[in-house]
């Protein structure tokens, strides 16, 4: 099979789409399959490439009024022979540009918007309309709409959409990231400086979304206990960036360390000196830290957004709704033994948000979807040779 993968941005761009489409992309290849990936030219990246056996198209964008125009997107798709389409997004380029056009193309199409962001954060009436009107029509030209969460499922339901073409495919991690801790984990703690007994980290910057000042005022109760470690780069001008999370943590007494943006090794290195992950996210489509915790065989606590409540029902973590039940989670975990029982869960649990059974749920919805259309274009041929 040739699946084609749309994404608004690819690797070497980090970032929690860009993983997964990634992931899909190689976990295709190593599976026997054949993937191509349309996205956007990256300064410094070449027009097309072979990457880990994927064959990446990039595509230069004009740029007008804040918006990013493709060139030469839909004669790009048309002139690619997939055996299918997997679109990645909403409310963003490579979907709003392909979505007056779907019905036009003939291969089974897969969309996956990884979440609701604009409707959820910044709910303007242009966004309701987006989402409740015009979304739910664009989905009757898909296949299938495959939702990271039951959570985006019901939301999808709630606009009308049928429950028949929604497929939910829990995001994976790479657990042979997590098999043992990587060098430097035994030295996390000195490097950044902490001096209380007890380490929570947090992966992911300084979003709006993320709400690193949930996890400041949550830790503010057991402070003489606890410190955080805020993994992620700063986004000025978002009322929860790195200067307003410090000036909290410098009020409440938290122990906050902020190195911003970190290699991967790093970042997992610091995942496998934490006694407890930490995720104050007031938004989601999935939130993939939690599993990268339980791969880690490390427990995580967080509030309900994305997967959270899902991975919580494991034994993993904890999901929480205030800061006094964040607090008081992280007292239930101060013990040695706690910690270690729900690690077992959380790795246990792991193998069920795996890339590799990630790709496996995707490969079922594309043959489902591929015979559905196979059977659809034959029932027409018939009717056709009856007239």
């Known amino acids: 099979m040739h699946v084609l993968l749309a994404s608004h941005r690819y690797a070497p761009v980090p970032g929690g789409t860009e993983r997964v489409v990634q992931s899909i992309a190689e976990g295709l290849v190593a599976a026997g399959h054949r993937a191509t990936v349309?996205?956007?030219?990256?300064?410094?990246?070449?027009?097309?490439?072979?990457?880990?056996?994927?064959?990446?198209?990039?595509?230069?964008?004009?740029?007008?009024?804040?918006?990013?125009?493709?060139?030469?997107?839909?004669?790009?798709?048309?002139?690619?022979d997939a055996d299918l389409f997997h679109l990645h997004g909403n409310r963003i380029w490579c979907a709003d540009f392909y979505f007056p056009k779907a019905a036009s193309f003939a291969w089974p199409q897969v969309l996956t918007g990884h979440g609701f962001y604009q409707y959820e954060m910044h709910p303007r009436w242009r966004d309701r309309y987006y989402f409740e009107r015009y979304f739910p029509r664009v989905l009757r030209r898909f296949?299938?709409?495959?939702?990271?969460?039951?959570?985006?499922?019901?939301?999808?339901?709630?606009?009308?959409?049928?429950?028949?073409?929604?497929?939910?495919?829990?995001?994976?991690?790479?657990?042979?990231?997590?098999?043992?801790?990587?060098p430097g984990a035994d030295g996390v703690r000195a490097k950044h400086g902490i001096t209380r007994p007890r380490l929570a980290v947090y992966a992911g910057g300084f979003f709006e979304n993320k709400r690193v000042d949930r996890l400041v005022q949550g830790i503010a109760p057991v402070r003489d206990r606890w410190s955080l470690l805020a993994i992620g780069r700063d986004v000025p001008g978002s009322p929860f960036n790195l200067a307003a999370c410090a000036r909290l943590a410098e009020s409440l007494g938290v122990e906050m360390r902020?190195?911003?943006?970190?290699?991967?090794?790093?970042?997992?290195?610091?995942?496998?000196?934490?006694?407890?992950?930490?995720?104050?996210?007031?938004?989601?489509?999935?939130?993939?830290?939690?599993?990268?915790?339980?791969?880690?065989?490390?427990?995580?606590?967080?509030?309900?957004?994305?997967?959270?409540?899902?991975?919580?029902?494991?034994?993993?973590?904890?999901?929480?709704?205030?800061?006094?039940?964040?607090?008081?989670?992280?007292?239930?975990?101060?013990g040695a033994g706690e910690r270690e029982r729900r690690g077992k869960l959380g790795i246990a649990a792991a193998i069920e948000y795996s890339e590799a059974a990630m790709v496996?749920?995707?490969?079922?919805?594309?043959?489902?979807?591929?015979?559905a259309r196979a059977g659809a274009r034959g029932r027409a041929r018939d009717r056709g040779s009856t007239r």
């Not at 956007?40 to 990039?58: F, K, L, N, S």
């Open 360 to 371: 496996q749920r995707y490969l079922a919805v594309y043959g489902e979807v591929s015979r």
């Open 143 to 182: 296949d299938a709409y495959t939702p990271d969460t039951e959570r985006e499922a019901a939301q999808l339901r709630s606009w009308g959409v049928l429950p028949e073409r929604l497929k939910v495919v829990p995001l994976g991690v790479a657990l042979d990231e997590f098999r043992t801790p990587p």
């Open 38 to 80: 349309i996205t956007q030219q990256e300064p410094g990246t070449p027009a097309e490439e072979t990457v880990h056996g994927v064959e990446v198209r990039r595509l230069r964008m004009r740029h007008w009024m804040g918006i990013r125009f493709p060139v030469r997107y839909l004669n790009s798709l048309r002139a690619i």
């Open 258 to 334: 902020a190195p911003g943006a970190l290699s991967r090794e790093e970042t997992i290195a610091a995942i496998f000196a934490s006694d407890v992950v930490v995720l104050g996210s007031q938004y989601e489509g999935f939130g993939l830290l939690p599993v990268e915790a339980m791969a880690a065989g490390r427990p995580f606590v967080g509030y309900d957004a994305g997967a959270v409540s899902m991975l919580a029902a494991t034994g993993a973590g904890e999901c929480v709704d205030s800061a006094a039940g964040f607090a008081g989670a992280l007292g239930a975990l101060e």
